[in-house]
């Protein structure tokens, strides 16, 4: 199994950014995933998930501002975020969840916003 994220970049505050992540390894259109983030000197905070049958769901924090997805096709899930803002750096990572009855984790990205 190996998820592997990209598109980590500085962008300046009120930016955009599209993350993407990249799964193989297993059956990807039954797992589920999740993108969760690290602050710097903060724990991991679960931000947003879409099922298998491509329900999502989001952190109150980043509804309105970021949008999972799937391409079921491509073995990717996205995250597309929006009004970044300095408190949305740190290392994102994708997690696959539930394959074969635990979690795998990619290396992470970095988003770095500044003001």
């Known amino acids: 199994v190996q998820l592997v994220e990209s598109g980590g970049a500085l962008v300046q505050d009120g930016g955009s950014l599209t993350l993407s992540c990249v799964a193989s390894?297993?059956?990807?259109?039954?797992?589920?995933f999740a993108w969760t983030r690290q602050a710097p000197g903060k724990e991991l905070e679960w931000l947003s998930t879409v099922y298998a049958d491509g329900r999502t769901d989001y952190v109150d924090s980043m509804k309105g501002r970021c949008t999972i997805s799937r391409n079921n096709a491509k073995n990717q899930v996205y995250l597309q975020m929006s009004n970044l803002k300095p408190e949305d750096t740190g290392v994102y990572y994708c997690?696959?969840?539930?394959?074969?009855?635990?979690?795998?984790w990619g290396q992470g990205t970095q988003v770095t916003v500044f003001a």
């Open positions: 997690t696959a969840r539930g394959v074969g009855h635990r979690d795998y």
């Open positions: 390894g297993f059956t990807f259109t039954t797992a589920a």
